[in-house]
């Protein structure tokens, strides 16, 4: 199943108060990036959208399916090819808590 970054336009609102016709200036789209596993008719997909899934399992199951329809889509990417980078994380040395320390309230110390 190929996974794709999907960019669309969403509907959105504007201003949360009354305006006067006059004022409204909301020129540019509400662009959105969205990433899953690209869904055909037969896997849940719906007639004319882009649908993609947040996460499948072994047994054919989908879960957070996402319908986007087709005239909002401006860009898809299929990025089931892309070796992913190699990620470098600092993370700072930190006690993990046991279940003793869980259970008696204490904090983990850092």
């Keep these: ?16 108060a009354w305006q006067d016709f006059c004022d409204i200036d909301d020129p540019d789209p509400y662009v959105v990036y969205s990433v899953g596993y690209l869904l055909d008719l037969k ?14 399992s072994d047994y054919d199951a989908v879960d957070s399916i996402l319908h986007i329809p087709n005239a909002m889509v401006k860009k898809v990417v299929d990025l089931t090819e892309i070796e992913p980078q190699e990620a470098v994380c600092i993370v700072p040395s930190v006690k993990l ?14």
């Design 97 to 110: 808590p046991t279940s003793s320390d869980i259970w008696s309230g204490s904090r983990p110390e850092v």
């Design 43 to 56: 896997s849940g997909g719906k007639k004319k959208h882009l649908s993609i899934g947040q996460s499948i």
């Design 1 to 16: 199943m190929k996974i794709v970054k999907v960019i669309w336009h969403d509907a959105h609102s504007g201003q949360n």
